[in-house]
Structure formats: structure tokens, C-alpha cells
């Protein structure tokens, strides 16, 4: 996986999260692959795993790698433009590695990035268009004290104007501590 969230899963979010056994519903938005989903089967062994996607192509490719690693009963993918398909349902921990790609920025990708799908790059003019969305419905998908882990790749500085009362904790990875935030249900805008 390319997302730095994957580093943060491997460690059970430590210090975030103090029991792993605690965490018992995980939702993984947009999934693409559904990478994220397996880590956060295996970092968290006793949670349901919800891994959506609006693409029914991402969805096919996460389903062979969900059965590969024999967690079908663990994971369950859904087809959805970000919470609509969800009901009621509210998890422990949401992680999202959205679309972050400014407009500008896609027209000069690299040849290896435009072999994606640009549904799973572009995020509006300021590449914050899904996370501006994620924020403003995540806390009514979390469980109190829960936990929202998102990926928003160099748009750190452009979220922080646009949520200027927003304490966001920058989580510290490999590539440095601007690219994936954490946010707790309470500290939701």
C-alpha cells in the first residue's frame, strides 16, 4: 500500500489507541484495494471491518485481495459515495486514504500516476473536496471517543486555513508528520 496510514496500522496506532482488543468496528473509506481494511483486520483481530468505495472496480479488486487473505467474514465491502450506504452505523475508527489531488496538480502527473482512475486521485480544485466531506459527517459515524484517521496528502497547510479552529494532531510517519492527520470524535468541527 501507498498510504502512510498502513505504517500507523502496523503499530495499532499506538499511542491512540491504548486496548487494540477494545476496537471492534473499523471503517475503512474508501478503500480502494482494501489494503487499508486488511491492516486494520489484522492491527485490530476482534473488529468488523467496513470497507467502502463508490467504485465497483475497486470493489472487485478489494474482494480478491479480502480473500486472499481469508478475512471475507471479517471484512464487508460496500458500495457507497462516502457514509450514504451506511445507516446508523457508528465505529470505533474510521481511517480514509481519500482522493487529495489538486485540480492543477492532476493535469501534470507523472505517467505512473495517471494509470489510475482519476475518480481515485482528484478531490476538487483544492484536493480537500472528500475530506471537507469526511469531516463533516464523521462524527456522527463515530462512537464516542472514536477515532478519525485521514491521509490528505501535501494539503496540509490549505486544510489548516480552511479549519482554522480545528486541532488536528499530525501523526508522525516515515515521510514526516504532514500527511496524516487525527482527529477524536470530541474534536470533530
Same mark, same amino acid.
Given at each position: 500500500?501507498?498510504?502512510f496510514?498502513?505504517?500507523l496500522l502496523c503499530e495499532? %496506532? &499506538?499511542p491512540w489507541i491504548e486496548d487494540p482488543d477494545g476496537v471492534t468496528s473499523v471503517l475503512d473509506l474508501c478503500t480502494g484495494s482494501g489494503c487499508l481494511a486488511i491492516f486494520a483486520a489484522h492491527?485490530?483481530?476482534k473488529a468488523r471491518v467496513d470497507a467502502i468505495d463508490i467504485s465497483p472496480d475497486a470493489l472487485a479488486v478489494a474482494a480478491r485481495n479480502v480473500a486472499d487473505?481469508? %478475512? &471475507?467474514e471479517r471484512i464487508r465491502l460496500i458500495e457507497s459515495d462516502v457514509f450514504a450506504a451506511l445507516g446508523k452505523e457508528r465505529y470505533d475508527l474510521i481511517v480514509s486514504n481519500p482522493p487529495y489531488v489538486k485540480a492543477e496538480s492532476m493535469r501534470s502527473l507523472?505517467?505512473?500516476y495517471r494509470r489510475e482512475p482519476e475518480l481515485a486521485l482528484a478531490s476538487g480544485d483544492d484536493g480537500l473536496e472528500l475530506t471537507r466531506a469526511i469531516l463533516a459527517a464523521a462524527r456522527q459515524r463515530l462512537r464516542p471517543n472514536g477515532l478519525l484517521v485521514?491521509?490528505?496528502?501535501?494539503?496540509r497547510e490549505e486544510l489548516e486555513a480552511a479549519f482554522p479552529d480545528t486541532a488536528f494532531t499530525?501523526?508522525?510517519?516515515?515521510a514526516g508528520d504532514q500527511y496524516v492527520f487525527l482527529l477524536s470524535r470530541e474534536e470533530l468541527p
Open positions: 500500500p501507498r498510504s496510514i498502513a505504517e495499532q %496506532l &499506538a492491527a485490530f483481530p487473505y481469508h %478475512l &471475507a507523472p505517467a505512473e485521514v491521509e490528505i496528502g501535501h494539503n499530525w501523526l508522525d510517519t516515515t
